[in-house]
């Protein structure tokens, strides 16, 4: 798997990362707001959907990668728990809602109706794999896109999570 370094600058360029950071696991204590650098900065472990197309256990991966937010201003979340930096979540989505252009709101929704929100000058945003990729056992799974087999099996995801969050591919 080929290292990804994007930028977005625009609402359309935050999709592309969005889509590659879909079902990226991370530590709540590998997320940092640095309000005197107006950056956001968090270390995922993202899932290689892309790989994963193939349908083979095999070509499950992950990767360590960074994800920095610049000119933001503030930032606030709904039940992370910054009390609790083991804790691993799971990146559904990032999203952008313009305010007053090119300022806006970018939001990170995470399972477990967590979000963090953003309030940017505009979007500038580095998404910049880190090291190899190595292999896991588990595809993510979203309930309501599985048959019933699939969801019992999808049990395992939240073990599989933490598993997948501790990993660092060395």
């Known amino acids: 798997m080929t290292p990804l370094k994007l930028l977005a600058l625009d609402e359309e360029d935050l999709a592309v ?3 590659h950071l879909q079902d990226a696991v991370v530590r709540v204590g590998d997320m940092a707001y ?3 650098q107006k950056r956001f900065a968090a270390v995922l472990n993202r899932f290689d959907w892309e790989r994963a197309a ?3 256990a095999e070509d499950y991966r992950r990767r360590r990668t960074a994800l920095r937010f610049d000119r933001v201003l503030s930032a606030k979340h709904k039940d992370l728990r910054p009390h609790v930096p083991d804790r691993v979540l799971s990146l559904l989505a990032i999203r952008f809602e313009a ?3 090119p300022s806006g709101r970018v939001t990170l929704d995470f399972s ?3 979000t963090v929100q953003l309030e940017v000058e505009c979007l500038e945003v580095e998404l910049r794999d880190l090291g190899p ?3 896991t056992r588990h595809k993510p799974e979203h309930p309501g896109q599985t048959s019933a087999g699939e969801q019992e099996a999808a ?3 939240a073990a599989a999570s933490a598993e997948d969050a501790g990993a ?3």
């Open 112 to 114: 477990g109706d967590v």
């Open 168 to 170: 660092s591919g060395a």
């Open 99 to 101: 305010t007053d252009a």
């Open 133 to 135: 990729a190595w292999p």
């Open 155 to 157: 049990g395992e995801d």
């Open 17 to 19: 990362v969005s889509s």
């Open 54 to 56: 193939g349908g083979k």
């Open 34 to 36: 640095l309000p005197s």
